[in-house]
């Protein structure tokens, strides 16, 4: 009988979208052929079924469920493949979850489930803040992920240990700020800020190199100066004992002078 002949599997692993962009939910009839008078409903599994896309050869072809108006497509042409997969657009937070793909005709029904993870990635910033004790500080920010991100400084030399900041917003999305000060020791190459949360490859990054003229450091003219003027009172210092003792002299010759 075809109840025992065919049976329809779904994703066993998480499927991963990112916010904004579409992503297919799999739904495949083993082995692969058309059902006749054949009825697909996709819904999402709340605390009730929610419709998200209805597709039926006898009644109307296809329906979108609320809030899911232009989002959703089916793959007509790839029915005769057993292949009844729903393509979700422009993805938002609140698709994430689980959905139930149900086929079925008048003799045959059968369902399965695929869980929706959406993930959210945005740029990655690195702003130079400036002399900071003995180096210079760096910022390195980004917002709007989700899951959590996390955080990570990659340069050659890098030991300085850093501070990471995550705050959620009210659409639960995630930022990370975090502080780290280079010394000049420390910098050799590029200095990179990587964010990533685990769910998405690849991750986010930016890079920056420091120039060696950046760091804070006692200026040679300053040490030129500090020469110069060590001079000038060794300088001074010298002419004034010079005239001191040839005063002297003056005096005690006139004193002399006097006397004799
Ligand atoms: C079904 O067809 C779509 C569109 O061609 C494709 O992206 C998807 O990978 C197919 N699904 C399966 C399970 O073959």
Redesign the pocket.
């Known amino acids: 009988s075809v109840a025992e002949k065919f049976s329809l ?1 779904g994703s066993q692993h998480p499927v991963v979208g990112v916010i904004g962009q579409e992503v ?1 939910l ?3 009839l083993s082995p692969p052929a058309r059902l006749s008078n054949m009825e697909v409903l996709w819904r999402k599994i709340g605390t009730e079924f929610i419709p998200v896309h209805e597709y039926s050869d006898v009644g109307p072809k296809d329906q979108t469920g609320e809030g899911y108006q232009s989002r959703t497509e089916l ?1 007509p ?2 029915f005769s ?1 057993g ?1 009844v ?1 729903l ?1 979700l657009k422009r993805l938002q937070m609140t698709d994430g979850g689980r959905y139930h793909c149900y086929v079925k005709n008048l003799e045959w029904s059968q369902e399965t489930t695929t869980e929706l993870q959406v993930a959210a990635v945005a740029p990655v910033f690195i702003d130079v803040l400036g002399p900071q004790n003995s180096g210079i500080g760096l910022a390195c920010r980004s917002t709007g992920w989700f899951p959590k991100p996390e955080l990570q400084w990659v340069g050659k030399n890098l030991e300085m240990e850093f501070v990471t900041d995550v705050t959620q917003d009210t659409e639960n999305l995630y930022s990370v700020v975090s502080y780290i000060t280079v010394t000049e020791k420390e910098n050799s190459g590029d200095i990179s800020c990587i964010v990533q949360n685990g769910l998405l490859e690849p991750e986010r990054q930016s890079a920056i190199h420091l120039t060696g003229g950046i760091f804070p450091q006692v200026s040679p003219w300053l040490i030129a100066f500090l020469i110069l003027l060590a001079l000038a009172l060794i300088g001074v210092g010298a002419c004034a004992y010079l005239g001191y003792t040839a005063k002297r002299k003056v005096s005690q010759k006139k004193r002399s002078e006097e006397e004799a």
Do not use: D, R, T, Y
Request: aromatic share 8%; hydrophobic share 25%; with cysteine.
């Open positions: 599997a297919v799999p739904c495949q793959f042409q790839e493949n292949n997969s393509k």
